[in-house]
């Protein structure tokens, strides 16, 4: 019975231990915080020359208002989603992966603009690791499908 419970104790240890610490996230200086030099993050405030971490924002015809009701309608409906920040704008959601249980935190910032063009900025990384083969740009090229075909009710 004690080797059963060392067990699952250990073994619920290592798997909380996967989420890893949340990093120190949001905006500074009207700019989602830089990718680390690892392959495991996205970021659409990256420079083109940074092909590793850079990806394009989302773009949106309308009010930030709209624009932020649309993507929340996306994140809610999304597996393992779990919207931790909403702000005027900037949201942040944490993803956590089926088996493993790691955490991916996810952002978007909504900078201020007079016309109705609206850029979506967005970061996605993981917090532990260094490869994520590929699975944060994939999300967010995932969100961004679902963002573009959104058809209101």
Do not use: W
């Not at 240890?13 to 989420?19: A, D, I, K, R, V």
């Not at 610490?21 to 993050?41: A, D, F």
């Not at 993981?126 to 209101?152: L, M, Q, T, W, Y």
């Amino acid at each position: 019975m004690y080797k059963q419970i060392s067990i699952m104790t250990l073994s619920m240890m290592l798997l909380m231990g996967c989420s890893g610490t949340v990093p120190t996230l949001g905006i500074n200086n009207s700019q989602l915080t830089p990718c680390p030099n690892s392959p495991n993050c996205v970021n659409s405030q990256q420079t083109s020359a940074d092909e590793e971490h850079a990806i394009a924002p989302l773009y949106f015809s309308g009010t930030q208002q709209q624009a932020q009701v649309r993507l929340l309608h996306i994140l809610k409906t999304a597996e393992r989603a779990n919207i931790v920040v909403v702000e005027d704008d900037y949201i942040r959601v944490e993803f956590t992966s089926q088996i493993m249980r790691f955490v991916d935190d996810v952002e978007f910032y909504f900078p201020s603009t007079a016309a109705d063009k609206i850029t979506i900025h967005v970061r996605s990384a993981s917090r532990i690791g260094s490869s994520d083969f590929g699975v944060n740009r994939e999300r967010i090229e995932k969100i961004r499908g679902e963002f573009n075909a959104f058809k209101p009710q």
